[in-house]
């Protein structure tokens, strides 16, 4: 398959894809190698960029896929007619934050934070599939670890958790790197 | 002053003995324990007259807060195992004004959050729409891939159907869960489509039914067969998963 050819096979993965397609898996499937596979991605990411398209190729929770552009979205609302919301509670979103900066944690250790019972957020936060079980604490009980799912990344417009927005000066306070979570993630 | 709005705005007693400290312009490292509890009090208050649900975590806060006033106004002693006086250094305020502060971030880190669901929001991912036919199934066939629950029903069948008397000596001829896949992998694929039931016809033991089953279970887990039905309440058939057909 010639360079012009691939580039087509390319997009057409990454638009039938349901889910961000890692270059991993782009790489596989067209038996490109790996390097080949990121130069064909970021050509497309770049022709959709240049040619005024209404709809952009981005990298997101690791992998790339098709969105609109922000511009077009009052016309989509109208299309779809209400106007998108993502149904999260003020407080769910502030228990959504504890997990995604403190992951992984336990229900316990988030109610410590808030001074509130976390249990309906929690539920409903894994009901929207944005927080999943990722292990068990080694402390008495063995109570649930709670991280951050691909949903959440994608929810979010992030690639990876390093992509979280800067908190000042908020320490990590020895929890897992960024990596391993990652990892995790990707094996669930 | 209007309580009730303000009921929509504290997510909790942290959150609003944040509000109450900020709002007086006080050192989060030294707070006027008297003043804040009173002033915090005071809002309880409102919330016990309202009837609330969730004043329970409020009063919990109230308590702790005089907790801390009482600890101020003691001799800063402590007793030690020893039964030993020790001068204790730390402010009994710390431990609230860490918790406050890490509270603070929090909230921080909530707002750049809304912000990226925000930003992400006017961005529609291509995703929100399948191509139904690249799934494995017919499109629009909500008979296709069957539930447990379908299975199950269907087992329950087969074990009733085949109750036969159990002879006197049964030899012992045990058949691995392995052993059961390869030779329903092997039966699915002559076949193509094969009858559910057909697969226990020639069983005769429970155990061979139940081994038989969960192999059959752990082929769909393995997605290596498909279980479906042409019609409600139709026979359950079983039909190899072309490894072509999965999508990515």
Not at chain 1, 26 to 38: C, F, K, Q, S, W
Not at chain 2, 10 to 19: A, M, R, S, T, V
Not at chain 2, 112 to 139: H, M, N, T, V, W
Request: hydrophobic fraction near 45%; charge should be negative.
């Amino acid at each position: 398959m010639n360079l012009i050819t691939a580039r087509a096979i390319v997009e057409a993965l990454i638009f039938a894809s349901s889910e961000p397609l890692t270059i991993k898996t782009i790489a596989e499937i067209t038996e490109l190698d790996v390097r080949t596979a990121i130069q064909i991605v970021a050509e497309l990411v770049d022709e959709y960029r240049h040619q005024q398209r209404g709809i952009q190729l981005l990298e997101v929770a690791g992998g790339y896929q098709f969105g609109t552009l922000p511009e077009c979205a009052p016309y989509l609302e109208k299309m779809q007619k209400v106007p998108r919301s993502s149904g999260l509670s003020a407080a769910a979103i502030e228990t959504l934050a504890i997990i995604a900066y403190k992951q992984p944690i336990t229900k316990a250790e988030i109610e410590a934070m808030r001074g509130v019972s976390v249990e309906s957020s929690i539920a409903n936060l894994v009901d929207k599939n944005l927080i999943t079980e990722v292990g068990r604490k080694d402390t008495p009980g063995r109570p649930i670890l709670y991280g951050t799912t691909k949903q959440f990344l994608k929810h979010f417009g992030l690639n990876n958790l390093t992509e979280l927005p800067q908190v000042m000066d908020w320490e990590k306070q020895g929890k897992l790197n960024f990596e391993e979570i990652a990892e995790v993630k990707n094996d669930v | 002053m209007d309580y009730e709005i303000k009921l929509d705005i504290f997510k909790g007693p942290l959150d609003l003995l944040l509000h109450l400290i900020e709002s007086n312009e006080i050192d989060i490292y030294n707070i006027p324990i008297a003043l804040i509890t009173e002033k915090y009090l005071e809002y309880i208050h409102t919330l016990q007259l309202l009837n609330l649900e969730g004043v329970g975590e409020f009063i919990v806060m109230a308590a702790t807060l005089m907790q801390i006033k009482a600890k101020m106004l003691l001799p800063q002693l402590a007793n030690n195992e020893d039964g030993e006086f020790l001068i204790e250094e730390d402010d009994p305020r710390w431990e609230l004004a860490q918790k406050l502060i890490e509270y603070k971030r929090i909230k921080e880190a909530t707002e750049l959050l809304k912000q990226c669901e925000a930003k992400q929001a006017q961005i529609y991912l291509r995703s929100s729409g399948d191509f139904a036919d690249l799934k494995i199934g017919a499109p629009g066939d909500p008979l296709k891939d069957l539930s447990l629950a379908d299975l199950m029903k269907a087992f329950q069948a087969v074990l009733e159907s085949q109750e036969k008397p159990e002879l006197d000596a049964v030899p012992k001829q045990v058949v691995s869960l392995q052993q059961r896949m390869a030779e329903i992998m092997e039966l699915v694929t002559q076949e193509k489509h094969l009858f559910f039931c057909k697969v226990f016809s020639m069983l005769q033991t429970k155990i061979d039914l139940i081994t038989c089953f969960l192999a059959i279970l752990e082929l769909i887990k393995l997605k290596k067969i498909l279980a479906y039905q042409d019609s409600i309440f139709g026979e359950i058939m079983l039909t190899l998963i072309e490894e072509e057909v999965t999508v990515v």
